[in-house]
């Protein structure tokens, strides 16, 4: 038999309902947004806290409602609205010239939030420091097997350029988002139990 644990939100709002599960997949997705808005633009793709909120709200809502919280996101961005990074929107880069470079980043948070839901559910990683770590960084690297690739495809780049485009500029900031939420999650945890 599967062992599941609560999440935090089934944890704070344990009476299930659909109209709780629908407020928290459309808070979770507004959570997202609003993280990009804050964002470095870089050569190719921009600097945002974006995907610390695709983690955050893997680990808070549990995989199903994560994984529906980021498709509306994903898919909210791509019907025009303008809640991707620095307020963009669209599956053309800004220019309109082609495909946006960030398409397989925003391709993966879904999964990625999904994955983090799935391993806390599961495994409860989120209630100590180090398991939310390992949760974030399993995270990261789902972000990252659907961004570089569709970067390079988009891009033509290969190789060392293509990491020193796509994923080296993010190692710090993922590095910095990943330990916040370990305090973060744990310290939520704490708060509850007492």
């Given at each position: 038999m599967t062992v599941l644990h609560p999440t935090l939100?089934?944890?704070?709002?344990?009476?299930?309902s659909r109209a709780r599960d629908l407020a928290l997949i459309v808070g979770g997705?507004?959570?997202?947004?609003?993280?990009?808005?804050?964002?470095?633009?870089?050569q190719l793709v921009p600097l945002t806290l974006q995907t610390l909120g695709v983690l955050l709200v893997g680990a808070a809502l549990g995989w199903k409602?994560?994984?529906?919280?980021?498709?509306l996101y994903v898919a909210a961005g791509a019907a025009g609205?303008?809640?991707?990074a620095g307020g963009g929107?669209?599956?053309?880069?800004?220019?309109?010239t082609g495909l946006r470079v960030s398409l397989g980043y925003l391709i993966g948070f879904p999964f990625a939030a999904a994955l983090v839901g799935f391993l806390v559910e599961r495994f409860a990683l989120d209630r100590k420091f180090l398991g939310t770590a390992l949760a974030m960084l399993a995270g990261n690297v789902v972000i990252y097997l659907f961004?570089?690739?569709?970067?390079?495809a988009i891009t033509g780049l290969e190789g060392q350029a293509l990491l020193t485009a796509g994923l080296t500029p993010f190692l710090l900031g993922d590095t910095?988002?990943?330990?916040?939420?370990?305090?973060?999650?744990?310290g939520a945890w704490a708060l509850l139990r007492r």
């Open positions: 939100s089934r944890t704070l709002l344990p009476a299930h997705a507004a959570f997202v947004a609003i993280l990009a808005q804050g964002s470095i633009p870089l409602r994560a994984l529906a919280a980021l498709l609205l303008p809640i991707y929107s669209g599956v053309l880069n800004p220019a309109g961004g570089l690739p569709v970067l390079g910095l988002k990943l330990l916040l939420a370990a305090l973060l999650l744990p």
